[in-house]
């Protein structure tokens, strides 16, 4: 069984930056892509950035330039790294991690979010 953690939400202002991290664990055969995602309430959860094995990401165009998505594959460790925030980015951030556990193919694992409010 796998399991994915996020974390590093919380409150800041208009400007300011967050670094979200994503922790998989149990068993994990072998790793793909991982995408960080988020979700406002009543929304549909969108992608926000993602990477893959070979270390290309990709970015929502709205994102590029202020979010950076990087990992550390020999920690199972995902990052975002969000600068310039905006109020509009508030929403709560999801971990997305293809894993194959065993069954040799691909699933996705999801976290339990972490929220990240912009606000003054």
């Known amino acids: 069984q796998v399991h994915v953690v996020e974390s590093g939400g919380g409150l800041v202002q208009p400007g300011g930056s967050l670094i979200l991290s994503c922790e998989a664990s149990?068993?994990?055969?072998?790793?793909?892509?991982v995408a960080w995602y988020r979700q406002v309430h009543g929304m549909r959860r969108a992608v926000v950035a993602r990477?893959?094995?070979?270390?290309?990401?990709f970015y929502e165009d709205s994102m590029e330039g202020r979010f950076t998505i990087s990992r550390d594959c020999a920690e199972n460790k995902t990052f975002l790294q969000m600068n310039s925030l905006k109020p509009e980015d508030t929403a709560v951030y999801y971990c997305?991690?293809?894993?194959?556990?065993?069954?040799?193919?691909?699933?996705?694992?999801w976290g339990q979010g972490t929220r990240v409010t912009v606000s003054s």
């Open positions: 149990g068993t994990i055969v072998r790793s793909n892509a």
């Open positions: 997305g991690a293809e894993i194959d556990d065993g069954v040799g193919y691909w699933q996705i694992f």
């Open positions: 990477i893959v094995s070979s270390g290309q990401t």
